[in-house]
């Protein structure tokens, strides 16, 4: 429950959110429609319903944070949803993909719909990029693809608490990004320890901003940060220039690495596209 | 743009690059090593040797835990115990390592540029950096010391995330429950017993009948029985056919035989090929041989005058501590010092769990040699040493010539090996006949009294004057693998 309008910031407001744990990280409605209809079908396709999990950082998110629940202590710590998939085996995966679904938050703002699925979209890119910058490192890939996925996840999760607080009081838009911009990579690191994520994960999640910062793990962060770039650089949103890019010579990628990873957008947009 | 002068340029900073440019520079050559990774080391730091032998001291330590109590206290590790925390102590190892090596290459005034090198002459190299910034170097020597990377088999789709490399497998984060290795070679065989020693069930499938098959045929039976005492499981002459990830947690591999393997993930580890495509070696007047690696004579220089390579780069044995003094004796030779002699007597250490090592020629090659040789055994297991350290797959063998005189070839298998042999090389290099272990005291109680069990043994072979004439061993593993 948001704590009552007392005239202070957004972000003061969200901060007390976050401290207090009010945070809640909202599912795509088409998702978990059509999660609702796959695990509902006794001929369910199980490879289908993986591949949703695997992509969309809702789904991955809860699907983590249950095969690491209290419940579930046996299986402490998963690192990945590979292993996660292997270790519950897809019959309960299965029953927890429809959990998920139906006891989840489903995110419906008139008007905030399209922002959110492009987050989505922009996280998926995200991952797409990261695991080829870890092949390409020989770094693990599945901790990069869902550290790419999950980067963003402080977004949805802070947006949804915006819209719960401006049935209170109406924000600017300015506002909003502000605040969202601005928490968004801390939230991301707290959702994932409280998920029981690795630390690693919650490092590069954290510091995706600022690889610098990242106590042990700032190669994942650098990995991040440099796929966020050329995720947004998909969209059309940064001109950055990825041969100059910061990271590029920290994760120490020559030119033709670099090339590679420009060369695969056109590949990286499909993926994209097919799960939309 | 003009190129900065130098006595020689050392391209590659692994073992045998830095071996090369540190006795260059010993000698007061001006040296530039040329560098593409970020720190020094190269692959034997970062990916291979290293780190790996990291991951075998937690896998020995609980093998050896486990033995040792007489399995009265047993550990399984559990699932939750991630490949990284068992590596906890690798980045400290590897950060002290890259450390010392840059702190020798400091102290002997060696200048390091990080960039890929490709070469303009035989005397000149451009260097690119990560920011496409390009610099010039040349000298009238020039060590070619790039290593090798493991080779991708077409038909096996290596993604680093279900179907790894030796480059990708210490990347896992998670030990899983299954493992499929591609490959019967030092690389294979080392990771397929660490990881079966860490609880994993692996499965290991080669062409050859055997792994490790240039070993003693009787050395590598005793690793196969300690694998599988372990839990794994080898396949000889099996080949696979396709492999692939079905999309959800597992890797089937589908033999030529038509049975099918599951697992959680697939090592394949079917050899290792030169780094060279960078190079341009046509620039310099060089190519590489039919067998993809730089071909060389005895000194480790190419065809080129003034062009040396050595490591991995030449091919095989791809061993650190020949790449080391591979590096050395090219100096030596291009300097026109003196390298020392060349013998039989380098040694081959192999991590595997248990470990084994060997020098000098196995009882097959003495045979065909020699006509005839003698034959000395110590099991570990009888040794007092091996009783209390409750160590079963140990075996020291002895190859003498016929007369049971000279030591021709030491092997061994079991904990402390690759240490042990030294015994055996040292008394090989001094010329020491077989009776030198009989005639004097080891310490007690030791593994090292192998050494004189198995002298004993050819000393009372020679009094009867019983050579080893029955044939050589040839092993099968067949019927126990399938």
């Known amino acids: 429950m948001p704590p009552p309008d007392d005239g202070r910031s957004l972000r003061d407001r969200l901060e007390e959110l976050i401290e207090a744990g009010y945070l809640d990280l909202p599912i795509l409605p088409a998702v978990a429609a059509e999660v609702v209809a796959l695990t509902s079908d006794d001929e369910c396709d199980i490879r289908k319903l993986a591949e949703i999990v695997r992509r969309d950082q809702a789904m991955a998110g809860h699907m983590l944070r249950m095969a690491n629940s209290a419940t579930h202590r046996a299986i402490v710590q998963v690192a990945s949803l590979q292993q996660a998939m292997s270790r519950l085996g897809m019959k309960l995966v299965r029953q927890f993909a429809f959990v998920i679904s139906c006891q989840n938050r489903v995110f419906r703002v008139q008007g905030r719909e399209e922002q959110l699925r492009k987050l989505f979209a922009h996280s998926l890119a995200t991952a797409l990029y990261a695991q080829e910058i870890a092949r390409m490192r020989r770094s693990n890939v599945e901790e990069s693809f869902l550290a790419g996925l999950l980067h963003d996840v402080g977004r949805p999760v802070l947006l949804q608490s915006v819209m719960d607080l401006t049935t209170t009081t109406p924000f600017s838009e300015e506002e909003i990004d502000d605040a969202v911009s601005v928490l968004h990579a801390y939230v991301g690191g707290e959702m994932s320890r409280q998920w029981g994520l ?20 700032r190669e994942g962060a650098l990995t991040v940060r440099l796929a966020d770039d050329l995720a947004h650089r998909l969209d059309g949103e940064t001109s950055v220039d990825i041969e100059m890019h910061p990271a590029v010579a920290a994760l120490n990628l020559y030119p033709q690495d670099v090339e590679r990873l420009l060369g695969i957008a056109e590949k990286i947009s499909a993926q994209v596209e097919e799960m939309r | 743009m003009s190129a900065s002068k130098w006595d020689m340029i050392v391209v590659g900073s692994g073992p045998a690059g830095q071996k090369a440019a540190i006795c260059a520079a010993k000698v007061g050559k001006r040296v530039l090593v040329v560098e593409q990774e970020m720190s020094v080391g190269g692959a034997c730091v970062h990916r291979g040797t290293v780190p790996s032998k990291t ?36 980045d400290e190892v590897v950060v002290a390592h890259e450390r010392f090596i840059e702190d020798q290459l400091t102290r002997n005034g060696i200048e390091r540029w990080r960039g890929k090198a490709r070469f303009r002459s035989p005397t000149e190299v451009e260097v690119q950096a990560v920011h496409r910034d390009v610099r010039h170097a040349e000298a009238p020597l020039i060590v070619i010391a790039t290593g090798s990377r493991p080779r991708s088999p077409a038909g096996i789709p290596i993604d680093h995330e279900h179907i790894l490399d030796s480059d990708s497998v210490l990347s896992m984060r998670y030990l899983p429950k299954s493992l499929v ?154 300097l026109g ?42 099991r570990f297991d009888e040794l007092t040493r091996g009783q209390i350290a409750g160590t079963k797959d140990g075996l020291l063998k002895l190859v003498s010539d016929p007369a049971g005189r000279k030591i021709v070839g030491v092997h061994i298998v079991g904990e402390g090996a690759a240490e042990l042999v030294h015994t055996g090389q040292m008394a090989m290099l001094g010329g020491l006949e077989v009776d030198v272990f009989v005639e004097n005291t080891f310490n007690f109680p030791t593994l090292a009294e192998g050494y004189r069990v198995a002298a004993l043994e050819i000393v009372g072979k020679r009094a009867r004057g019983a050579g080893d004439r029955e044939p050589a061993i040839v092993a099968s593993t067949r019927r126990r693998c399938a």
């Open chain 2, 55 to 90: 991951l075998r001291e937690t896998a020995l330590a609980l093998t050896s835990f486990r033995r040792r109590s007489g399995h009265v206290i047993d550990i399984d590790l559990p699932e939750s115990v991630q490949v990284a925390s068992l590596l906890s102590r690798m």
């Open chain 1, 198 to 217: 690795s630390g690693r994960l919650g490092e590069a999640i954290a510091h995706h901003h600022n690889p610098a910062a990242a106590p042990s793990n």
């Open chain 2, 337 to 378: 010092m003196p390298a020392g002699n060349v013998g039989d007597f380098t040694p081959l250490g192999i991590y595997t769990i248990p470990e084994i090592s060997q020098v000098g020629l196995t009882e097959n090659q003495a045979k065909l040699r020699y006509g005839n040789a003698i034959i000395g055994r110590a």
């Open chain 2, 181 to 334: 290795v591609l490959g019967g070679g030092v690389i294979a065989s080392e990771y397929a017993s660490i990881f079966a020693a860490l609880g994993v069930k692996v499965t290991m499938i080669d062409r050859a009948e055997r792994p490790l098959a240039f070993l003693d045929p009787e050395i590598s039976m005793r690793f196969v029985e300690a694998f599988e005492r372990i839990g794994g499981v080898f396949m000889g002459s099996t080949v696979a056919g396709e492999v692939a990830y079905d999309g959800l947690c597992t890797v089937v591999t589908t033999l030529k035989d038509g049975n099918v393997l599951e697992s959680e993930k697939v090592l394949c580890a079917l050899g290792r090929v030169a780094n060279v495509e960078d190079l341009h070696l046509a620039s310099a007047g060089l190519a590489v041989n039919d067998a993809g690696v730089v071909p060389v004579d005895d000194t480790c220089a190419t065809v080129v005058p003034g062009i040396y390579a050595v490591g991995d780069v030449i091919g095989p044995p791809s061993l650190a501590s020949t790449a080391m003094e591979q590096g050395r004796r090219a100096i030596c030779h291009a």
